[in-house]
C-alpha cells in the first residue's frame, strides 16, 4: 500500500474504532457518504479542509491524518521487522510491505512497536557502553583486583589460624591484626567499586573522570574564558551542571586544572601574549618558546599549557600537549590533527616528552615524524621538572610536559635534523622494526 493511502485508512481505522457509521462520520464532517466512502478506500484524495473537518468530527489532530505523518513510524516498523526476524521462530516472516496499512489501521499497535523497538535498541546501545567500559575501563579492572587481592588474604590468614592450633598468642594476635586489617581494605574497595559503578547512569560513558574533564575542555575549545577574569571566579558553580562533568571526581579535577589555568592566564595575559606570539610567528619567523618563556618570566612547562588552552585567533595554530607524571602516565591531552594521544595504555616511548622525563630540567626539542600518506611531521618542545620544585622533603613528584606544534606551521631552528618517527602506541603502530618496540602491532607494515 502506497503512503498516500495513509490518510484514508487511517479515518477508516479511526471512524471504526469510535464506532461511527460512514453516514454519520460524513454528516458530522459536512461531506457526502459517498465522497466518504471514496476517501477511506483511497480513491480521492481529502483537501486539506476536508482533513480538518474530518478531524474535529473525530475530536483528534489533524496533523493525524497527514499522509506524511506515520513516515518516521512506517520506518521504525521496517527496522523493527528486519532486526527481529520472527520467521525463524514462529516460521512466520513479517509483512515488511504492509507496514504502512498496519500504521493507518492499528496506529495504537503500530506505536506499542514502535516504543519497543526503541526500548531494545537503547537497551542494546547501554550493553554496548558497558561491555565497553568493563573491557577497558581501568578503574573498574583496578578496583576489582584490589577486591579480589583482599579476598585472597583474608582467605590465606583465616585458613592459618583454622589449621593450627598451637599457634603463639603472638602470632594469633598478628594474624588477627592482619584479617582486620584486610576486612577493613576489602570494604572500602567494595564500597568505592559500588559508589563508581552507580554513577553510570549518569555518566557520559566515558571510562575515567580524567577523559571526562578532557571531554569538557574539548567542548569549551580548551578555553575557559573564566580564567582570564581578574576576580576569582567561583569554579564550583561554573562545574556543577555540565553534562560532560557527571561525575563528582571529574569536576574536582575540574577545579584543580581552573585554578592552575588561571595562574598560567595571569602570568601570561592575553592582550600581552598573544600580539608577541603572532609577531613571532608571522613573517616565516623561528617559533622559539625559549624566547616566550624568558620574555614573561615563566618556567617552559608554563608556558606550554598557556599555549595549548589560548582561544583560537586568526594566525595562532592549534598547540598539541600531552603531561606525563613520574611514572609515565599521561595526565592531560589535548591532541592536534595528526597527532594522536592515546587513551588506554602507555604512549610511544620515543616521545620527546619521556626522553626529557629521564634528564630534568633539561629541554628536549624533535622533529617528530608519524608515517602516513604524506607522513605528518610536527615540532615537539619537552620538559620536564618538579611538580613543587619549591618542596625540599620527598617524596618529589615529577611532571613532564610536551607541546606538539605542526612542522609547517611552527618553523624552528631545528627544522634541518632528520626527522624522528614515532608512533601513538606501539600496539597500532606500523613502524616495525623500531628499536623502542613493547609489544607486536596489529597494524601491518
Known sequence: MPKSALSGTRIRALRTARRLGQADLARMAGVSPSYLNLIEHNRRRASPRIIEAIAGALQISPETLDERAGDAQVEALRAAAARAHPASVTGTAPEIDRAEELTGRFPGWAALITQLHTATETQDRTIERLSDRMAHDPNLSEALHEIVSAVTAVQSTAAILAESEDLEPEWRARFH?????????????????VAFLDTFGEETGLAAP????????????????????????????LTSGQAELASAAARTLAV????????????????????VLMAMLGGGGVFAPEVLARQFGVSLAQLFRRLATLPSA?????????????????TFRRPVDGFQLPRFGGACPLWPLYEALGQPDRPVRALVEFAGRPPARFVAHAIAGARDPLRFDPPHVWEASMLVTPALVAATSGDSAEPRGVGTSCRVCPRMDCPARREPSIVAG
Do not use: K, Y
Open 177 to 193: 591484626r592482619n584479617i582486620h586489617q584486610d576486612s577493613v581494605r576489602l570494604a572500602n574497595a567494595a564500597e568505592a567499586l
Open 210 to 237: 580524567q577523559e571526562e574533564l578532557e571531554s569538557w575542555l574539548e567542548h569549551q575549545g580548551f578555553h575557559v574564558a573564566a580564567i582570564e577574569h581578574p576576580a576569582s571566579p567561583d569554579w564550583n558553580a
Open 256 to 275: 584543580s586544572w581552573l585554578d592552575r589555568a588561571r595562574v598560567d592566564a595571569q602570568a601570561l595575559p592575553l592582550a600581552q601574549l598573544m600580539p
Open 314 to 330: 586568526p594566525g595562532v595554530p592549534r598547540f598539541g600537549l600531552a603531561v606525563c607524571d613520574g611514572s609515565g602516565t599521561l
